[in-house]
Nanobody, 117 residues
Framework: QVQLVESGGGLVQPGGSLRLSCTAS????????MYWIRQTPGKGLEWVSS????????YYQDSVKGRFTISRDNAKNTLYLQMSSLEVDDTALYYC??????????WGQGTQVTVSS
């Protein structure tokens, strides 16, 4: 059974850091592009970052460039998002997903990140 389980969210003060993890089961992530997407009531769904199958090429939304780092550990079958210098506008439900927009598209349940003082 295919599963993506996100973890690592929580409440953090502005300027703080969090590392999100997304552990996959039922498939191996090394065959797929992987993505982080976030959702807020005001902006809806928003692509944050993605990484290619080899892990050598990350892509970021402009607002998170220089603050977020996506990575993958194929041996652990896990995707990560290291978030630093967090801002209030980063508050969202963060999802990981595989093969976005394809027939193999699959999403996790999400982990809440709240940035507040």
């Amino acid at each position: 059974q295919v599963q993506l389980v996100e973890s690592g969210g929580g409440l953090v003060q502005p300027g703080g850091s969090l590392r999100l993890s997304c552990t996959a089961s039922g498939f191996t992530i090394n065959g797929f592009w992987m993505y982080w997407i976030r959702q807020t009531p005001g902006k809806g769904l928003e692509w944050v970052s993605s990484i290619n199958t080899s892990g050598g090429t990350p892509y970021y939304q402009d607002s998170v460039k220089g603050r977020f780092t996506i990575s993958r550990d194929n041996a652990k079958n896990t995707l990560y998002l290291q978030m630093s210098s967090l801002e209030v506008d980063d508050t969202a439900l963060y999802y990981c997903a595989r093969a976005l927009g394809s027939d193999d598209d699959y999403w996790g349940q999400g982990t809440q990140v709240t940035v507040s003082s």
